[in-house]
């Protein structure tokens, strides 16, 4: 937008400077060739003498006069009028050529040629490996299992338990995965203040980590009661990952293998 703005802004003047020069030599042209005019009627006054036509010669100059003074106004908006519409189309020209060239992207440039003078071969992109980002997805999710038994709490059927047994449950789940999550992502409030409380959200947020909810209208700063503080990660210290060969397994089988039954097969 300031480019264009500023191509049109030389365009208006170097319209304006052309049309001056223009209007100036029809100026010049027709001042001479009234003075021209004038300068014959003179001379025929001269030749009639006779009152009659020396009247009749001092209207017809008058009328010239007036003529030239009101041609010359005419000219003057002729050429404003112009000028304005030279520049109009100049600049919604430029403008209609400047957003053409940011949609469709400059020309296309020809390949580059190599030593061997064939086209040079671009870079490979690297390639992303599904299964390494199936196992990074499931990565956090398998040591939350592995410090909190999460999944086996997720998984579990609680219908033979009572209230009891699963709060005990829950408060020793909820420490130890408090404790993987602070020393793993270290998760710190979006806005740390209390839910329920007012706040302002000024203008320039970030709409990915403050979601608006209700009666969203206008500009901010915006005025509103805390559902939710929100969560984002301050750190990200993850283990490095296994060389398992499965990556869907959150948490390998545990078989103990008891000394009696080795015994046993080794006498069979």
Not at 189 to 205: C, K, L
Request: include cysteine; proline fraction near 5%.
């Amino acid at each position: 937008m300031k480019i264009a703005n500023k191509i049109s802004r030389r365009l208006l003047l170097l319209i304006i400077i052309w049309l001056l020069i223009l209007g100036a030599a029809l100026a010049a042209f027709e001042y001479r060739q009234m003075d021209i005019i004038k300068t014959s009627l003179d001379k025929y006054r001269i030749q009639a003498q006779d009152d009659q036509h020396d009247q009749f010669v001092n209207i017809i100059i008058r009328k010239l006069t007036d003529f030239d003074f009101i041609s010359l106004q005419v000219l003057a908006g002729c050429l404003s009028v112009t000028c304005l519409l030279l520049w109009l189309s100049a600049h919604f020209t430029v403008k209609r050529a400047l957003k053409d060239y940011k949609i469709k992207g400059p020309p296309p440039q020809e390949k580059k040629q190599g030593k061997s003078g064939k086209p040079a071969q671009k870079p490979k992109e690297k390639q992303i490996n599904p299964v390494e980002d199936q196992r990074r997805a499931l990565h956090l999710l398998s040591l939350l299992q592995r410090e909190a038994r999460l999944v086996d709490f997720l998984c579990e059927n609680l219908e033979f338990y009572d209230d009891t047994q699963i709060g005990a449950a829950v408060r020793n789940i909820q420490e130890n995965s408090q404790k993987a999550l602070q020393k793993y992502i270290a998760p710190k409030a979006v806005i740390d203040q209390n839910e329920g409380e007012e706040i302002s959200i000024e203008a320039g947020f970030d709409p990915g980590a403050i979601k608006l909810m209700g009666n969203v209208s206008g500009d901010p700063p915006y005025k509103g009661i805390l559902q939710h503080r929100g969560w984002r990660s301050t750190q990200f210290d993850l283990p490095t990952l296994s060389g398992i060969q499965d990556p869907t397994v959150i948490a390998p089988a545990e078989v103990e293998i008891s000394s009696s039954n080795n015994k046993e097969s080794s006498v069979e």
